[in-house]
């Protein structure tokens, strides 16, 4: 223990005092000046008694009920169901529309077609303990903003797919150039997964949840806990959004329907190689199937057998084909003026 002298104590409590004075001085939000500062406490506490649980949770139970993704008939109901209840609150508000790119697919094939032959499901079976899981409208496991393609190449599991894993493939004396990678979803942004394959010269890439991370390996897995099932598919955009986000066509200007547009081949924030996520049960028999060295230890996941990391035998067939349409966006879309 440190040994204080007489003076050096006196000295610490006079400095404590003053910093718990200097601290009494300052005003209790930063920005804010004291007089401002109650101000300010007094309309956020106006603000908080005004929230009510129940009806955020009505309201996400009613926004989420039916499919509503961009340019459905879901959609527009979620916007004017919106609308409505701001209307309703006296603000002055109105929808605004704008015309946005959204791909949605046409065909999605992943098939194994050596050594052995499998083809994937690709499909979330409907649940019984879960009403939405059947509904008609609802849209394929997809990432969007793939690229269209139909490649056949082997097949090379990169861990996550982060710049680290290439490095260790790189002294493994692996390549992925020429070839289809397989990646665990984690670790990262999904759409740096692809992006970061494509600079590898990767033909495409496939990106699945493993147990592990996101499955029984985690915890109870759903409808009885919230991680995926075996059938489970994390869906979401691989855009190249640090390039810009938003409308590809559109960089930095609202996506009207007079707006210039882009060529799409041409958009930099679209990648240009086909990707597919999938669920573990999709994933294993590819993986099981791999050959080349044993995955490094922090690379293997839940799947009840050895992680390898190819190439070798085993080749995969991947083809994605989008409608390329521009969608009507309503659901964002709201001006609201006090």
């Not at 002298?5 to 005003?27: D, N, V």
């Not at 084909?321 to 309503?330: E, G, H, V």
């Amino acid at each position: 223990m440190m040994n204080m002298t007489p003076s050096k104590t006196l000295c610490l409590i006079l400095s404590s005092g003053l910093l718990s004075i200097s601290a009494l001085a300052q005003p209790s939000i930063t920005g804010f000046s004291a007089a401002s500062a109650a101000k300010q406490k007094q309309i956020e506490q106006q603000f908080d008694a005004g929230l009510s649980a129940e009806r955020i949770g009505k309201n996400i139970k009613d926004m989420s009920a039916i499919p509503h993704h961009l340019g459905s008939p879901g959609s527009k109901a979620v916007a004017e169901n919106i609308l409505a209840q701001f209307k309703q609150y006296g603000w002055d508000a109105q929808i605004e529309t704008y015309q946005v790119l959204f791909p949605t697919p046409k065909t999605r094939v992943l098939e194994m077609v050596s050594p052995g032959v499998f083809k994937a499901l690709l499909k979330e079976p409907a649940l019984k303990e879960d009403g939405t899981s059947n509904q008609e409208g609802q849209l394929p496991t997809y990432n969007c903003w793939s690229a269209d393609g139909d490649v056949t190449a082997e097949l090379v599991f990169v861990n996550y797919g982060v710049p680290a894993d290439y490095e260790t493939l790189e002294k493994l004396g692996i390549s992925v150039k020429g070839k289809i990678v397989i990646a665990k979803y984690g670790r990262s942004w999904r759409g740096i997964k692809p992006k970061i394959a494509q600079e590898h010269g990767a033909l495409g890439c496939i990106i699945y949840s493993d147990p592990q991370d996101d499955g029984y390996g985690a915890g109870d897995v759903y409808p009885k806990g919230a991680f995926k099932n075996e059938y489970g598919v994390q869906r979401g955009s691989i855009m190249d959004m640090v390039i810009y986000p938003g409308d590809p066509l559109t960089p930095n200007i609202g996506s009207t329907a007079n707006a210039k547009r882009l060529d799409r081949l041409s958009a930099p924030n679209l990648l240009k190689i086909p990707v597919l996520p999938i669920s573990y049960h999709d994933a294993k028999p590819l993986l099981e199937a791999l050959e080349g060295p044993v995955a490094p230890a922090a690379w293997r996941g839940g799947l009840p057998f050895t992680y390898h990391v190819g190439p070798g035998k085993t080749k995969v067939h991947l083809k994605v084909d989008f409608n390329w349409i521009l969608s009507i966006d309503l659901s964002r879309a709201l001006a609201i003026s006090l």
